[in-house]
């Protein structure tokens, strides 16, 4: 392995032996002299404990504060660059690095570890290098992330989505590229470098809630077969499985994941329903039975991409989703007490989907630290819904009522975006177009015929600086959208300036402190839209409406954390603004409920979190605690409704070389939205697993201490509130089996990643289901 040493203090032996010291440097590229950006500068004792670090700036520049006197190791990393080791020695003053050079490849020191994994703050950002250890005990990218523990990033155990707090999206990518969960899965933890946790997205990600960019070595030849498999044991109803294979030869790569995810499982529903007729008073109960909930979902994905060194990345992605579900979640066969009449109820539900899209990626280095990326997806959506609703009387054969809809859907739509860079010597300027164009097409037969079509269009511009005064790092943003959509004779347009704003502080390098606000807006969903109506039963209908209008968005977030040796705490407050939100309306019509929805006047949110991390033997026992607050005020035309929720969510994880134990729980988690309020899952996980670099072996147990899976919606409405339970017991208790491994063969390359993809899978069809 290569080390650098570079002996100083010689040179300063006047200066105090307790004082503080700053270490400076820049890190080039050994082969072109250009300076290296988010190179990982990591400070090290001698028995290789972290210390500090920091991610060099636009120039290539770091500056280490506060460093006392001592003996150190500098370890400096960059994704396609060899590592490199500077022994400092008697450090007693500032000291200047000058350029340092790193080479190509990765080289990692022979006994040279980071044991405590160091958390690096941006204004936009954290960067996280995993430890040996966490590494270790992982068997996947997912595994891995959990390991870390990362403030506000949740991982549901039952089919490892990754979600934050209020079900806000998370892009993933890997090396810049935008990926599915199926490509992390398939990452060895061990050729990960570095992650990049983007907690505070900019202008450039639009309405994502966070990014996370996994940044991994890459292979220069051959390439790698991998596999993981999750298989309930207690109930073999369930299953999680991910295929994956990379080939490498000459500038090109050649990859393929597969995905199948697959439910046979059984829940039982419970509905409370009040009817307030202008003249009469409707109770019902609805007790269910246990009720099949079946579903395939196979995703697959086939990559091309050829580098030209560091010069362009050409990448073409054909991708295929499909989804079977004969047996819906919404599925039920109950019995309805109304007052002194009985029903059988049986309200089933079936749908198949299929998208199959293009993406054509281009990316091209310029003179002069510049850079262009275009992305254009073409896709095409084909979906088939059904739905049987059977409403008997058990004692009186003439008051039946049946419901039968079927729902054909098109869909055609692209996508474009292009992306210019450059970078100064104080700063980085980022600026892009994006387009969507889209076109459907909903047949609806059954108790109704009707057809539907509609045109969509959504643009975005946007222009964003980052660079800093002294401490004070910031980042300012503006763009523009516009959305637009027709349908028959109804249209509406609409146009909403973005602008933002992000500043941070560090302190002593324990103390960070960080500030966003931003405007941003986002269009209806196609399925509001549909000017059709659909029975729910016979009592209700469901309507879409064609006159919505898009949302502006107000949101601002103060955040701290403080960091020592054994305990960390991070602080997070959030305040959110929708401007005529849409939102649910139920009123009285024609002897029906009609349920729709509507711009209302305003929705308020508060979300406040502290979490509390606890390390208190080294690296082997880390324990996170996060109590978190949720206020909830909902305006809308005719009703205000209110909602505090309280919760907590805790996690253990203890390791020992290739050895893991995890534990986790959190307490259920309400959102409030228009007239709905929705109470999540309680959850809570044990599992054990052994891993090596080839493969892994682990078991846990899902939710052992309590008697049922249970999810619950009330809502508030005045004129017909309800309550709706739905459990399972097949999922409490479940014991699962995890088995994976990772066949590599060839040697190491430098393979850069693409920085945008665009997906489209909303079918906009109105479902009549409850």
Request: glycine share 6%; hydrophobic share 30%.
């Amino acid at each position: 392995m290569k080390r650098l040493s570079i002996i100083s203090g010689v040179l300063f032996l006047c200066t105090s032996l307790m004082a503080a010291n700053k270490i400076t440097g820049k890190i080039i590229d050994e082969s072109n002299n250009q300076h290296i950006e988010y190179a990982n500068v990591s400070l090290l004792t001698q028995d290789s404990t972290f210390i500090t670090g920091v991610a060099t700036d636009n120039g290539g520049g770091f500056l280490l504060k506060e460093v006392n006197d001592g003996d150190y190791i500098l370890c400096i990393s960059c994704v396609g660059y060899e590592n490199s080791y500077l022994s400092i020695r008697n450090l007693q003053a500032n000291l200047n690095l000058g350029e340092l050079p790193l080479s190509p490849d990765n080289v990692m020191l022979e006994g040279v570890t980071v044991t405590a994994s160091p958390i690096i703050k941006k204004t936009d950002r954290q960067i996280i290098l995993p430890t040996e250890m966490q590494t270790k005990a992982a068997s996947n990218g997912v595994s891995l992330l959990r390991n870390l523990q990362l403030s506000r990033i949740l991982i549901n155990p039952i089919d490892n989505s990754i979600t934050i707090p209020g079900g806000d999206n998370v892009q993933l990518r890997i090396n810049g590229v935008e990926v599915t969960q199926a490509e992390i899965i398939a990452i060895r933890p061990t050729d990960v470098i570095r992650i990049e946790y983007i907690d505070n997205p900019g202008a450039r990600y639009g309405n994502a809630g966070a990014v996370l960019n996994y940044i991994v070595k890459r292979r220069e030849s051959g390439g790698s077969i991998s596999a993981d498999l999750t298989n309930g044991v207690s109930d073999t109803g369930y299953g999680e499985h991910n295929l994956a294979a990379k080939y490498h030869f000459n500038k090109s790569e050649l990859s393929t994941t597969v995905y199948w995810g697959q439910r046979d499982l059984k829940w039982t529903r419970e509905n409370y329903e009040s009817f307030h007729f202008p003249e009469a008073y409707q109770e019902n109960r609805e007790v269910g039975e246990p009720t099949k909930v079946k579903y395939d979902n196979l995703n697959f994905n086939l990559n091309y991409s050829y580098q030209d060194n560091d010069k362009q990345l050409l990448n073409i992605a054909l991708r295929n989703q499909y989804s079977d579900t004969p047996s819906s979640m919404s599925d039920r066969i109950s019995t309805l007490y109304e007052g002194d009449t009985s029903y059988s109820i049986s309200d089933l539900s079936t749908s198949k989907v299929v998208i199959p899209s293009l993406d054509i990626y281009y990316q091209r280095n310029l003179k002069n630290k510049q850079t262009i990326y275009a992305d254009i997806v073409a896709s095409y959506l084909d979906s088939k819904n059904e739905r049987t609703f059977i409403q008997k009387a058990l004692n009186n054969a003439n008051n039946d009522t049946d419901i039968y809809s079927e729902t054909k859907g098109e869909k055609y739509s692209i996508i474009g975006e292009g992306i210019y860079e450059k970078q100064f010597s104080t700063g980085k300027f980022t600026g892009g177009i994006k387009h969507t164009q889209a076109y459907l097409q909903n047949r609806y037969s059954g108790n109704i015929e009707n057809k539907i079509t509609m045109n969509t269009a959504e643009t975005y511009l946007f222009a964003e600086y980052q660079s800093k005064i002294k401490a004070l790092n910031y980042t300012v943003g503006i763009g523009a959208m516009r959305t637009y959509n027709s349908q028959e004779q109804y249209s509406s347009e609409k146009y909403i300036v973005k602008p933002s704003l992000s500043l941070s502080y560090s302190i002593n390098g324990k103390w960070f402190f960080r500030y966003n606000g931003y405007v941003s807006g986002y269009a209806p969903s196609l399925s509001d839209l549909n000017d059709i109506s659909q029975a729910m039963d016979k009592y209700q209908i469901r309507k879409g409406n064609p006159d919505l209008k898009s949302v502006t968005f107000y949101a601002n977030t103060l955040s701290a954390s403080w960091q020592s040796k054994y305990v960390s705490v991070d602080l997070f407050g959030r305040y959110s603004y929708d401007n005529k939100p849409i939102m649910e309306n139920t009123y009285y019509e024609d002897g029906y409920f009609v349920r729709t929805t509507e711009n209302h006047k305003g929705f308020h949110r508060i979300n406040l979190e502290t979490a509390i991390q606890i390390r208190p033997y080294k690296e082997y026992i880390s324990i996170k605690i996060t109590p978190f607050l949720n206020r909830y005020i909902s305006y809308g035309n005719t009703y205000t409704h209110t909602h505090t929720n309280a919760g907590l969510r805790g996690s253990l994880m203890a390791m020992y070389k290739n050895w893991v134990l995890m534990a986790e729980m959190n307490t259920s988690n309400h959102t409030l939205w228009g007239e709905t309020l929705t109470k999540e899952e309680k959850l809570h996980t044990i599992m054990a697993g052994y891993n090596t670099e080839k493969w892994s072996l682990s078991a846990g147990v899902l939710n052992p201490f309590t008697k049922k899976y249970e999810q619950e919606i009330e809502n508030l409405s005045k004129s017909a509130p309800y309550r709706q339970l739905a459990y399972s017991k097949n999922l409490r208790l479940l014991f699962m089996v995890n088995a994976s491994f990772s066949l590599d063969f060839g040697k190491k390359r430098n393979s850069q990643g693409r920085r945008i993809n665009n997906r489209d899978t909303d079918t906009g069809i109105l479902s009549g289901s409850k």
